[in-house]
């Protein structure tokens, strides 16, 4: 069907830059003209607007998802507790916030269908000396913890969730990032939101640790100089980021929807197939990764490979499996199946239609 060969990427920043080129040189230009640098008036705006945006009371800019973590979890640990419980397939990025943070980590298993903890696994996981649960939205779908923040809470655990892939995704018109005592927002280039560098962002309705960390993220001032909380450290998300981001708000929300469009585009084109699409079906979901399972990964990727669709795997380590992260002894039947199964496929919103098909059309090779 496609005479040119095309080779379809798993991302291409330039595209999104190259379309948005005067909008974002207009940024430049008003914080050169305001000759303010970091938490200046771009600053300022973008966490009223973000805050807006999800409906929540504050929010609080920092230079990036993993320091958002740390903040977060700083804030919000009980005193007397030492213990961060969280999954172990979400790329390590909470493991290193909590270990940053100086505490310890513990993993809970994921449910089968959606990758991402659940009220039962996490119930299994909790002990006394376990303090905050981060809960990764991971691939951009919004888990319903409802349940599990009560049940958390009911047993003095606060809940983080860990927003960096599902930032606009919502159940019952309540964004991610509202459901638990804070949530942690990234902003690196590849996010569905994403700046021309670095940057992140917490949020939250609790007017205490919205102070809270909004003082660890500068040294733990109360005032200048003025050290009051331990723990701080330097983290501030930039004018120019915060610029660009307010920029690109707006569009959020149709962004998402391109690239729910294009994970269901994907799913039926698997539909029959050897490889199953994690669906992505519904405002819960904004289609962060499209993330494909297949018993023969290697098959699947070889094969794709061959007719020009770059993939790629989110995540092909398991926290407790690297070296570097090291802990407690650990098997995570779930996880550790999934690991070794999934995928993901081209997914941003600067896709054309025909690379989409393009891919579809590889998809549905695989069956035959
Ligand atoms: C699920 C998740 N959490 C946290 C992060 C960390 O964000 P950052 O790279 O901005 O530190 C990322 C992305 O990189 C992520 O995908």
Request: charged fraction near 25%.
């Amino acid at each position: 069907m496609f005479d040119v060969i095309l080779t379809v990427p798993m991302n291409d920043l330039s595209r999104g830059i190259e379309r948005d080129r005067s909008l974002l040189q207009s940024v430049v230009d008003s914080v050169f003209d305001s000759g303010h640098v970091v938490m200046g008036p771009q600053h300022d705006a973008f966490q009223v607007e973000l805050a807006r945006y999800l409906g929540v009371t504050s929010a609080v800019g920092v230079a990036s998802g993993t320091d958002a973590l740390e903040l977060a979890i700083k804030a919000a640990m009980p005193a007397g507790r030492g213990t961060v419980l969280t999954a172990a397939n979400a790329g390590g990025y909470s493991s290193i916030a909590a270990r940053r943070a100086g505490y310890h980590v513990r993993y809970a298993d994921v449910d089968k269908d959606t990758l991402c903890v659940n009220e039962d696994t996490i119930t299994r996981g909790l002990a006394d000396d376990v303090g905050v649960v981060v809960v990764t939205h991971l691939y951009g779908h919004l888990t319903d913890i409802r349940q599990l923040v009560e049940v958390c809470h009911s047993r003095g655990v606060r809940v983080v969730e860990d927003c960096a892939q599902a930032i606009g995704a919502r159940r019952d018109s309540q964004a991610a990032g509202s459901f638990g005592d804070l949530g942690a927002i990234s902003f690196y280039p590849t996010k569905n939101l994403g700046a021309l560098g670095d940057g992140g962002a917490i949020v939250t309705n609790d007017q205490e640790f919205a102070a809270r960390v909004a003082q660890l993220r500068q040294y733990g001032w109360e005032s200048k100089y003025r050290v009051t909380v331990p723990g701080g450290v330097n983290s501030r998300l930039d004018e120019l980021q915060a610029g660009f981001l307010r920029a690109k708000l707006p569009s959020l929300d149709l962004v998402n929807d391109r690239r729910r469009a294009i994970i269901q585009r994907y799913a039926e084109a698997a539909a029959g197939g050897p490889m199953t699409i994690l669906p992505a079906d519904g405002e819960h979901h904004v289609g962060h990764l499209a993330v494909a399972r297949m018993a023969d990964r290697s098959r699947g990727r070889a094969e794709l490979s061959k007719r020009g669709v770059a993939t790629d795997v989110h995540f092909p380590v398991l926290d407790y499996q690297q070296p570097g992260l090291k802990g407690d002894e650990c098997f995570l039947p779930v996880s550790e199946k999934a690991t070794e199964e999934v995928f993901s496929l081209p997914c941003f919103a600067e896709l054309t239609d025909d690379e989409i098909e393009f891919v579809c059309d590889a998809i549905r090779s695989l069956a035959s």
